[in-house]
């Protein structure tokens, strides 16, 4: 048997472990037509692109059943970002028919945001609640800073490669922001997406550990299997260890995801009335963090638990009580083999690849150089101007191992600024909307302070990483969820919300059986 089909029935093995238990745990917020919907639709991703044994094949085919799956769901972008995950962003050319070198690059997302996505978003523009695109401030910026984007890509390249860029921004970025901001237009939707995503990153998690402990990555063999080259997905260690990698292609984007899902579990555990399953959640989740051996999502998942306390009821006592736990957490740490490697790991802590952490020092100082070059609207060139400077790395490649650094290199300052404001709008927003629920203790303060506190730990986060892989797509897709959040009516918002966080609700507006 190939290795890739060894790996699909691992696979196979491991979700449906993570599924049996999931159902159980998240059956106070979905109906059972819904989960198994999103069920299906990841094994059959799945399952098609370990079977495919062609790229294109598995092009076609995914196509075709998301477009079946999103077509039947209530929810198109829950649905979305429950597969998310499935399967690796590998890509190919659309060859150009001798017009041009190829039309353009197809991935997993370009696949999902057009079967999922586009279809929504068609559907969402002839109805009449829907509010126009536009009329939200975050709107405007975003649109400036994508058509920014797509204006300086001439600066450097033809015609065909700024429209082609132009497309990967409608696929990763617009879609995802337009069809979560203006496509979950009550509770009972957002907390199916919060859900979503949980399934996605518990998944993720779950595969993760697997890889950590077996010492196998089980995508690995997929891109040969195809007969296509991706430059992501390769063995990685540290120290003595595999960094594993799931679906994501790397270590950092692996441990990112498992921040957001520990983000977004804070809301589910409160409906997990048996403390098994409710523990069985946190300690996936934190195996699937650690696994990848990532220390920027180590930091971000730190800083989004201190913030949700912060912003949650009784904040004071739980500080204490978080701070308490801390002491005595790290002493029983340093008694483990796996808390000694954990604590060994640590930046400016440990030894363990403290040349990271000086390039990342002497990066700044370079950027800075670069920055001065080109202050107002950046340079494509800098990543070579920055090569010049001595950045290169062992791979070869210059790592701009920071999103916001990256942004101001590429775009300048009225990019950057553009960047921040629109999340700075999106951030404020949320905080509005926690205050429009009266009661602390209240669902729609519970999703807010969820929203708020996984989206700072999101923009904390990518301070330690370049915007790769799936990492930008999820944080534009939490920002339209953050704007569907603020713009839930009061009135609504009153009539859902009835019953303290710490109980479950006898009954709930399920998705409709198709």
């Not at 779950?206 to 997905?233: P, R």
């Not at 701070?323 to 440990?350: C, D, E, H, R, W």
């Not at 950027?367 to 950045?391: C, H, Q, W």
Request: proline share 4%.
């Amino acid at each position: 048997m190939a290795e890739h089909h060894r790996a699909l029935v691992v696979i196979l093995i491991l979700a449906a472990f993570t599924f049996f238990f999931a159902r159980r745990a998240t059956q106070p917020l979905i109906s059972t037509e819904q989960f198994k919907r999103w069920r299906n639709a990841w094994l059959g991703v799945t399952l098609i692109v370990f079977l495919a044994g062609n790229f294109w094949v598995y092009v076609v085919l995914s196509a075709l059943l998301l477009l079946y799956l999103g077509k039947r769901e209530q929810n198109p972008f829950a649905l979305f970002l429950v597969v998310l995950f499935a399967v690796p962003r590998f890509s190919d050319n659309i060859p150009g028919f001798g017009l041009v070198n190829f039309l353009f690059a197809v991935d997993y997302v370009t696949v999902l945001s057009l079967a999922v996505l586009l279809p929504a978003f068609l559907k969402l523009r002839k109805q009449a609640d829907t509010v126009p695109f536009l009329r939200y401030w975050p709107d405007k910026l975003l649109l400036a800073y994508l058509v920014l984007d797509v204006v300086l890509l001439m600066r450097d390249t033809t015609f065909t490669d700024a429209m082609r860029g132009g497309l990967a921004n409608f696929t990763d970025v617009f879609l995802p922001y337009y069809v979560a901001s203006r496509g979950i237009k009550n509770l009972q939707q957002l907390k199916e997406a919060l859900v979503a995503f949980i399934i996605a990153g518990v998944l993720a998690g779950v595969i993760a550990m697997f890889e950590y402990a077996k010492f196998w990555l089980l995508y690995s063999e997929l891109t040969n299997s195809m007969g296509i080259h991706w430059s992501m997905g390769s063995y990685l260690g540290r120290g003595d260890s595999l960094r594993a990698l799931a679906s994501l292609g790397q270590p950092i984007a692996l441990g990112y995801i498992m921040v957001v899902t520990l983000g977004c579990y804070f809301f589910l555990a409160k409906y997990i009335q048996n403390r098994f399953l409710r523990l069985l959640g946190w300690a996936l989740i934190l195996g699937g963090l650690f696994a990848p051996l990532s220390r920027g999502p180590w930091v971000g998942a730190a800083i989004l638990v201190i913030f949700y306390v912060l912003i949650s009821p009784k904040a004071t006592k739980r500080l204490t009580y978080l701070a308490l736990a801390t002491l005595l957490v790290i002493p029983l740490l340093s008694s483990f083999p796996v808390g000694q490697k954990v604590i060994n790991m640590l930046p400016f802590i440990g030894k363990t690849d403290t040349e990271n952490v000086d390039y990342r020092v002497k990066l700044l100082d370079n950027a800075y150089i670069v920055f001065n070059r080109y202050p107002f609207f950046g340079s494509t060139k800098y990543r070579d101007e920055l090569a010049d400077l001595g950045m290169l790395q062992g791979e070869g490649i210059v790592d701009v191992v920071n999103t916001y650094l990256d942004v101001v290199l590429e775009y300048g300052l009225i990019g950057l600024i553009l960047y921040i404001s629109f999340f700075s709008i999106v951030l404020t927003s949320i905080y509005k909307g926690i205050k429009k629920a009266d009661d602390k203790r209240s669902e729609l303060h519970l999703v807010g302070r969820v929203l708020l506190a996984t989206l700072v730990a999101i923009l904390l986060t990518i301070t330690t990483v370049s915007s790769i892989l799936i990492i930008p797509v999820v944080y534009w897709a939490f920002a339209g969820l953050g704007i569907a959040f603020s713009q839930l009516k009061k009135v609504q918002s009153a009539a859902e919300v009835t019953t303290h966080t710490h109980e479950v609700l006898p009954t709930y507006r399920l998705a409709t059986k198709t």
